[in-house]
């Protein structure tokens, strides 16, 4: 069964920092582009950073230079490291892997970001 469980969400105040993960199961890591994606109350789900099998990370100008993303393929893992958080930041975060060779792709069920003024 796949699956793609994320964690680490939570309230936080202004200024303060989460890490999120994302654990994957049921197929094979490697061979997928892992990213974040966030949905705020009556917006559209936007891409906040991504990450390739190898390493090479991508970010929203929203969050370059405050989160940091991570994988870890030993572990089928990878991380969202938000730092400096503001309140539009706050939104569902969700984990996303899609496949390098078709596109084919598996969404997590998210985790709620809030961050107080």
Sequence with gaps: EVQLVESGGGLVQAGGSLRLSCAAS????????IGWFRQAPGKEREGVSCITSDGSPNYADSVEGRFTISRENAKNTV??????????????????????LDGHAYWGQGTQVTVSS
Excluded at 26 to 33: N, Q
Excluded at 79 to 100: F, I
């Design 26 to 33: 049921g197929f094979t890591f490697d061979d997928y582009e």
């Design 79 to 100: 991380y969202l490291q938000m730092n400096s958080l503001k309140p539009e930041d706050t939104a569902v975060y969700y984990c996303n892997a899609v496949r390098r």
